[in-house]
């Protein structure tokens, strides 16, 4: 995993935020907590990095896809859908 400075953002493109998901949207898009996606990324499992004093995390979107994809994770359709897989139901 990439570490990055306090300054990086603010050198980053303007396109930035189409191409990057935070953790949050990372796990809403994989349809699992926040400390997963950054556990499976210090794992290797997808590329991500982190800057600044509070340790944000950025993940590449394609990589995220490219996991999605990969993976045995089922997509979540909607809300409705991943509330009911945390919840156990089918």
């Known amino acids: 995993m990439r570490t990055g400075t306090d300054s990086e953002p603010a050198d980053l ?6 191409q990057y998901h935070s953790a949050k949207q ?6 699992v907590n926040r400390a997963t996606v950054v556990n499976w990324a210090r794992q290797g ?5 982190q800057y600044g ?8 979107r394609q990589e995220i896809i490219d ?3 990969e993976s045995r994770i ?5 809300p409705t859908d ?3 897989r945390r919840a156990g139901g089918n």
Do not use: D, H, M, Q
């Not at 493109?13 to 189409?18: E, I, N, Y």
């Not at 089922?74 to 909607?78: E, K, L, M, Q, Y």
């Open 74 to 78: 089922p997509t979540p359709v909607g």
């Open 13 to 18: 493109p303007s396109s930035f935020g189409a």
């Open 45 to 49: 499992k997808f590329v991500g990095f």
């Open 26 to 31: 990372s796990a809403e898009l994989l349809g």
């Open 82 to 84: 991943v509330v009911r």
């Open 67 to 69: 996991f999605l994809n």
């Open 53 to 60: 004093k509070r340790g944000i995390y950025r993940f590449p």
